[in-house]
Antibody, heavy 118, light 109 residues
């Protein structure tokens, strides 16, 4: 079992940066992938990509390259999503989730709302 | 990387059964066993209810069952209960990435 606790909501202006953290606890001695999923207001889920806690090499889905950066800090068992040059369309709830099998997200964080507004 | 196709909404009465569909292609649903279903209540994080097409995580009632035929996966919920009212999303591995469906809103009448 893995528990994921995300950072709180953020309100940012266009052009600014946002950082969402996702702290893992529980079965953290086992390596796994931390996935990031976006959900825009009233919309569905969108897989953004993942970073493995062992290899640390992130992989990004189409549409999430360039301004989106995943990282993993082993010392504090925390994954982070950094979004730069924020745009209004980045307004969404961002979830982190770990896999229990290939492309199977068994444990989820509670979600972090990032609002981009002038 | 197109999303998987799900009906926008389905409805059923308590006690009835409903089946939600999820249509992909020969590059995702049709070729991989890694098809999952998630239940999401309003304002909450998604919850895994079916994985590897037809497996259920511990604690998920056997009223929820999954299957697949060709490029289409299905989730059947039998003995509908009021608490089943939620959004349901399918997902599939697609080789280098994961795809989600657009989601189906289940209304329990």
């Amino acid at each position: 079992q893995v528990q994921l606790v995300q950072s709180g909501s953020e309100l940012k202006k266009p052009g600014a940066s946002a950082k969402v953290s996702c702290k893992a606890s529980g079965n953290t001695f086992k390596s796994y992938a931390i996935n990031w999923v976006r959900q825009a207001p009233g919309q569905g889920l969108e897989w953004m990509g993942w970073i493995h806690t062992d290899a640390g090499n992130p992989a990004y889905a189409q549409g999430f390259t360039g301004r989106f950066v995943f990282s993993w800090d082993t010392s504090v068992s925390t994954a982070s999503l950094q979004i730069s040059d924020l745009k209004a369309e980045d307004t969404a709830v961002y979830f982190c989730a770990t896999d229990i099998s290939t492309a199977t997200f068994g444990f989820w964080g509670q979600g972090t709302l990032v609002t981009v507004s002038s | 990387q197109s999303a998987l196709t799900q009906p926008r909404s389905v409805s059923g009465s308590p006690g009835q059964s409903v089946t939600l569909s999820c249509t992909g292609t020969t590059s995702d649903v049709g070729v991989y066993k890694y098809v999952s279903w998630y239940q999401q209540h309003s304002g909450k994080a998604p919850k895994l209810i079916v994985y590897d097409v037809a497996k259920r995580p511990s604690g998920v009632p056997d009223r929820f069952s999954g299957s697949k035929s060709g490029n289409t996966a299905s989730l059947t919920i039998s003995g509908l209960q009021a608490e089943d009212e939620a959004d349901y999303y399918c997902s599939s591995f697609a080789g280098t990435h994961t795809l989600f469906g657009g989601g189906t809103k289940l209304t329990v009448l």
